[in-house]
């Protein structure tokens, strides 16, 4: 009996991780508002029509399930970087701080049996669902972005010597750029210069955040507060 209710509970487990997958690789192909849940049912060769709805509740669900498989553990390796970085002193590093935002998502880059669609799924979803994202990046134990927002942290007290709109306005970006820039390596697929362009992108954002504030940028900021 034992034996017979752990198959159970492994073939749930594995049908629920199905559809995360099959979820992951066509949001990250098609967009979030594109694919039908009947697209995710055929996809995870699922042929019970209700299957999302009975392991996530709703297409929300499913979203939050795939958001959720991925930054769990992103999460976890960003922690473990900020740890490593406090114990050596080095909070005041911005390319370290810049590389503890990045690292934990470049992991995704490693070939995957089912393939890399996680980082292009994330992009997908800034870009289609920010009101998702704003939900879940708020500053409090558990949330799903807290550890980036770490990072975030440590970078704007650099930063305190620029106006404060123009730190929050680069920190913003910053955040765009990580995850874009990245499901663009991804999309690539070059492994052997993964390193390369990783490393080349933290470079690209470590300057853009030190950039001098231009002449025009400073007009502009002015002519806002006016």
Request: aromatic share 6%.
């Amino acid at each position: 009996m034992e034996g017979d209710c752990m198959g159970v509970v492994q073939e749930i487990g594995g049908s629920r991780l199905s559809l995360i997958l099959a979820a992951e690789r066509l949001f990250a192909d098609f967009g979030l508002e594109s694919v039908s849940l009947r697209q995710v049912h055929e996809a995870a060769g699922h042929r019970n029509a209700s299957a999302v709805h009975y392991h996530f509740g709703s297409r929300d669900g499913l979203v939050e399930a795939v958001f959720e498989h991925r930054m769990s553990l992103i999460n976890r390796r960003r922690l473990a970087i900020m740890e490593r970085l406090e114990g050596e002193h080095r909070l005041t590093e911005a390319r370290a701080l810049v590389g503890a935002w990045v690292h934990p998502f470049a992991e995704e880059l490693r070939p995957r049996a089912e393939g890399n669609y996680s980082l292009r799924f994330l992009e997908r979803l800034l870009r289609d669902e920010p009101l998702f994202i704003q939900r879940n990046a708020l500053q409090e134990p558990g949330a799903l972005w807290v550890t980036g927002w770490k990072v975030a942290d440590a970078l704007e007290a650099l930063l305190a010597y620029l106006p404060p709109k123009i730190a929050r306005m680069r920190l913003r970006l910053l955040r765009l750029q990580i995850v874009s820039g990245l499901a663009a390596i991804e999309a690539r697929g070059d492994r052997e210069e993964t390193d390369f362009h990783v490393e080349g992108l933290i470079d690209c954002l470590v300057g853009g955040l030190a950039a001098p504030v231009s002449h025009e940028a400073q007009r502009a900021l002015r002519g806002r507060a006016e």
